[in-house]
């Protein structure tokens, strides 16, 4: 685990219900009073915890949802380091996060950020990584030919989800770019 201040998110982050927020709001509000504290954040996403990763994620979200400018610096790590982790929460995070910073990723990180959604689209059985990234893709889709060539099909497979909100979604998104 990272050393210095990152080690009081992790304590923080720590513990609880896992479906509970902990003290993610608290972290969030030291980051968003102390830009600086965002790297202390991200660095929590090596804690072995799985929990605490969840909740690093929950936190990074609100984080980019108050100030996604904070976020931009920290792409690269993102793209990298970060979509490493094979974790849902880490996955459908990342997702959202791509699509809600897309006017501000470098075409690099755009390709790299639609390879890493790409991925975890065709690999992943959880459904908010497939709902979020399908989401994300399917936006990305509406001016990028290549990108829906690839997703169609796909979607098309999502129709017989035996999970409804994913069905749901793919058939959607269908009908959004046909």
């Known amino acids: 685990m990272p050393a210095g201040t990152a080690r009081e998110f992790e304590r ?80 459908w995070t990342l997702a959202w996060l791509f699509g809600a910073l897309e006017g501000r990723l470098s075409s690099t990180q755009r390709r790299r950020a639609e390879e890493v959604m790409r991925g975890n689209l065709e690999a992943s059985d959880d459904w908010i990584v497939q709902n979020t990234t399908m989401a994300t893709l399917g936006a990305w889709a509406r001016s990028d030919a290549e990108l829906r060539a690839w997703l169609l099909p796909r979607l098309e497979e999502f129709t017989r989800s035996r999970r409804v909100s994913v069905a749901n979604r793919a058939r959607k998104l269908l009908a959004a770019l046909a």
């Open 12 to 91: 923080m982050l720590t513990g609880g219900h896992p479906n509970s927020l902990g003290s993610t709001v608290a972290v969030v509000d030291l980051v968003l009073a102390d830009r600086s504290r965002l790297e202390d954040l991200l660095a929590c996403y090596r804690s072995g915890d799985a929990v605490v990763r969840l909740r690093v994620s929950s936190a990074l979200k609100r984080v980019c949802q108050a100030e996604p400018d904070w976020v931009v610096p920290h792409l690269d790590r993102l793209l990298g380091e970060v979509a490493a982790i094979d974790q849902a929460s880490t996955q």
